[in-house]
């Protein structure tokens, strides 16, 4: 659930896909399939190394030098990310909820709320993800609906398409 959360969000705030243009969901699918195939190499690993944390067991995987080259690069590499989504999300807040609030304002607020997170754990994180989960799944079906019922979707030309095609 977390990972789909992140998935979600990302293809939200970042644009992802933009070049796919009517094929970005299944750029975004390919993306949770990768992401969900490193989340399994992680797990393993977590499962070889127990009591090591990523950084540690890269070290002992290939050899101390490289190892902490490549940790403070991985390091480095989410630190950006989180950075980069953090400035996303607060210029989004800024732009449609708060257009008057200075972006330092929006952006510390943010930041406490991910520092009280993180200090909780990543259990009260992830059950957290499994509240929002629901949420999210809940707000996706009533908008499928919703575009059902509205009457946006002309089935007419989907079965003249089919029909001519076949």
Sequence with gaps: ML??????????????AMDAKQDAWIAILVGMISSYALIFIYYRLHRYYPHLALTEYIEKIIGKVPGRILAFLYVLYFANGAARVL????????????????????????????????????????????????????????GFILIF????IDFRFKLSFLLFYS
């Design 87 to 142: 400035r996303d999300f607060g210029a989004m807040l800024l732009t449609f909820v708060y257009p008057d609030t200075q972006f330092f304002m929006v952006t510390a607020l943010l930041m406490l709320g991910i520092i009280y997170t993180v200090r909780q754990g990543i259990e009260v994180m992830a059950r957290s993800a499994e509240l929002l989960f629901i949420f999210i799944y809940v707000l996706a079906v009533a």
């Design 3 to 16: 990972i789909t959360l992140f998935e979600i969000g990302s293809a939200f705030l970042v644009g992802l």
């Design 149 to 152: 019922v509205s009457g946006l």
